[in-house]
């Protein structure tokens, strides 16, 4: 049974820091493309950033946020760094097989997190 655990959202001001984890059991970590997706209420699922070989970013987070891959832990973390309201949003884990790319969309997605809340105050 294939498991993605989120853990290390909340409540921040503005200019704070936050560092996503996401913990991997189930599945051969080193042959699945990782990723952090973000749905804001009302809006739809969006990329933030994905780790295969390469890392890629939403052009709203470069700079900001970091990604990260752990093949011995089997862990993925999201560090988060001048955090913006426009952040806000819950925060998903996701997981791809690897075919070739290192990036993929939220509807390409083959495993998810249950999400975890991260709220930015201005």
């Known amino acids: 049974q294939v498991q993605l655990v989120e853990s290390g959202g909340g409540l921040v001001q503005a200019g704070a820091k936050l560092r996503l984890s996401c913990a991997v059991s189930g599945l051969t970590f080193n042959r699945h493309i990782m990723g952090w997706f973000r749905q804001a209420p009302g809006k739809e699922r969006e990329f933030v950033a994905t780790?295969?070989?390469?890392?890629s970013y939403a052009d709203s987070v470069k700079g900001r946020f970091i990604i990260s891959r752990d093949s011995v832990k089997d862990t993925v973390s999201l560090q988060m760094n001048n955090l913006k309201p426009e952040d806000t949003a819950v925060y998903y884990c996701?997981?791809?097989?690897?075919?070739?790319?290192?990036?993929?969309?939220?509807?390409?997605?083959?495993?998810w997190g249950q999400g975890t809340q991260v709220t930015v105050s201005s």
């Open positions: 780790a295969g070989i390469r890392t």
């Open positions: 996701a997981a791809k097989a690897y075919t070739g790319t290192d990036y993929f969309q939220a509807w390409e997605s083959d495993y």
